[in-house]
């Protein structure tokens, strides 16, 4: 209610039919190149590093690969037949192709129809989260029984800047459907969006640019905070409701001081929070947080997921675990089984994995 | 440039489809639409599991062109659970020996670029041993 004593409308979006996720799936590289490692090379090793290590793609693999690989994760958990998906999405930065879907070739490795939507999506670490939205729109309007959603990328880093230390590859997919078979029932979303130049990248050119500092309070805490603070208003529920959230984690640093913002407890992302040890997944990110949550979560758990996409934009997420989550946690790879294998590479095989070298 | 080749392949490549024949059920990899075992129309498609182990492999250091960048890596003959060897590249080896017998299960990674990397990119199979 607002002074003049009407109702405020809603700012929540919410389906016409009740919907949620029926199968998830992640995936994350081998190769793990220490921070220490990139210091020792561009800045030694004094000052603190925004995270332990980060995942690094091998030579045969980029987005479409690694996409696969978590869709059939989800599909896996879910249990459907691929030819009943009605979308293939695929959100990311770093699509192989500049014109060409990756979610063609997706879908055709997974066995999906000819009957899909299938265009790509890009904003920046948000694309897998607004593939998510969507998804949601398709199945909750009954235009479709199942879409699949991934946010998966192979971070640039530009070699000695501040990002390299983070860039990462990995991500997560999501098969959204009706909500009696869903192992979380999406309660709501809310999407909060405005112009704001952080980060970029031109057409054309290998690396991104950001503005150092503009990229924290203007940007991802304005949108994070605003995007989250909506949701709970909106939805009638509060911090201390949900047992995990995750937040987008471009740093250490960053999703704990969000959290510690909005009233969240350091207990309640610690499950979420995987940057320090795979780094920052951009449109992976809160995704591959949000499936390593779904491999330990209990029916009756609420979480709550927001992302951040440069640009600028958050998308928050509510989700109720059902009791369908038990049984087909185990049904793929988890996320930690993707995080335990580990080989460690130095600077020089990083270059090499990377395609930092001019070969001609 | 070998667009259509790789386009016509794209089911067996990137996710293992093969054939079962519906005279003597035996599994068919490559497809070929004839039984390598009673000679019947074989067409039915077939979702192999992705399953296998290695019965022999080489390493190239040497590698035919397209191929170069990739060196060293190992090219395995692989006996599928459903019975069919195939040959394809190993991958996420990490530190592991190879050996034969060895399990491992396919995954879909680029095999290459068709010519620079102006081209079309190549996905298909790999294997890489088998994560429990």
Known sequence: MDAAG?????????????????????????????????????????????????????????????????????????????????AVWVGSESHPYAVKPSG???????????????????????????????????VGSGMGRYALAIGMDTAQGKPGDALEFTAAAGGAAFIVGPAE????????????????PDFWRREGKKYPEHSQRFTGEPAYFHHITSAAQTYLEDSGTKPEDYTFAVFHQPNAKFPQRVAGMLGFKPEQIKTGLLVPEIGNTYAGSSLIGLSNVLDVAKPGDRILTVSYGSGSGSDAFGLLVTGAITERQGKALKTRDYIARRTEIDYAQYVRLRRKITME | ????????????RYALVGEVCPHCEAKIFPPRDVCPHCSGEAKTPYQFSGQGEVYSYTVMNDA?????????????????????????????????????????????????????????????????????
């Open chain 2, 1 to 12: 440039m070998e667009i259509p080749r790789h386009w016509r392949l794209k089911k067996q």
């Open chain 1, 6 to 86: 009407t109702e405020k409308p809603s700012l929540l979006l919410k389906t016409l039919k009740p919907i949620g996720i029926i199968g998830y799936g992640a995936y994350v590289p081998r190769y793990r190149i220490p921070a220490a490692e990139i210091a020792r090379i561009w800045k030694g090793a004094e000052g603190s590093l925004p995270v332990k290590e980060k995942a690094v793609p091998g030579l045969d693999e980029d987005v479409i690969t690694m996409s696969v690989e978590a869709a059939r994760n989800a599909l896996a958990r879910a249990g459907i037949d691929p030819q009943e998906l009605r």
């Open chain 1, 104 to 138: 063609t070739v997706v879908a055709e490795a997974i066995g999906a129809s000819t009957n899909i939507q299938s265009g790509d999506w890009e904003f920046a670490c948000k694309a897998g989260s607004e593939a998510l939205v969507a998804a949601m729109g398709l």
């Open chain 2, 64 to 132: 035919p062109a397209g191929f170069e960048e990739n060196t060293p890596y190992t090219v395995a003959v692989v006996k599928l659970a459903e019975g069919p060897m195939v040959t394809a590249q190993l991958t996420d080896l990490g530190a592991e020996p190879v050996k034969i017998g060895m399990p491992v299960e396919m995954v879909t990674r680029r095999i290459r670029s068709d010519g620079n990397d102006r081209g079309m990119i190549v996905y298909g199979y790999k294997f890489r041993p088998v994560m429990q």
């Open chain 1, 181 to 196: 078979e869903a192992l979380a029932v999406i309660e709501g979303s809310y999407s909060f969006v405005t112009d704001t």
